[in-house]
């Protein structure tokens, strides 16, 4: 019910907008996170968007991503800045209720209840 699209291979510096297609539940009502794994690592959270519009991100991507959605596409987005070659990854957004997560808990990534197949994302310099 999730597919994202956006990625690419960009130089250092770059920027790279993610988006995120739910087809089927609103995303309004959900809390909607993106997390990302690189080959060898473990998978991290990186932004969290809940229904009340709080959001979260992981220290390694503050003021340089940015989460946000548009309901009437019921579309979520990753806006992405300044890109390293540590942000090389693939990119999933996900789902959760957000009844059973806050913005702290969600970024872990154990409540999600619905995953999209991922998008890859490659920062060279």
């Known amino acids: 019910r999730l597919l994202e699209s956006g990625g690419g291979s960009v130089p250092a510096g770059g920027s790279l907008r993610l988006s995120c297609v739910a087809d089927g539940d609103f995303i309004d009502n959900y809390c909607m996170a993106w997390f990302r794994q690189a080959p060898g690592k473990e998978r991290e959270g990186v932004a969290v968007?809940?229904?009340?519009?709080?959001?979260n991100y992981a220290d390694s991507v503050k003021g340089r991503f940015t989460i946000s959605k548009d309901n009437a596409k019921n579309t979520l987005y990753l806006t992405m800045n300044s890109l390293k070659p540590e942000d090389t990854a693939m990119y999933y957004c996900?789902?959760?209720?957000?009844?059973?997560?806050?913005?702290?808990?969600?970024?872990?990534?154990?409540?999600?209840?619905?995953w999209g197949p991922g998008t890859l994302v490659t920062i060279y310099s």
């Open positions: 968007l809940c229904n009340d519009y709080t959001t």
């Open positions: 996900a789902a959760a209720n957000p009844g059973f997560v806050t913005v702290v808990t969600a970024l872990l990534g154990n409540d999600m209840e619905d």
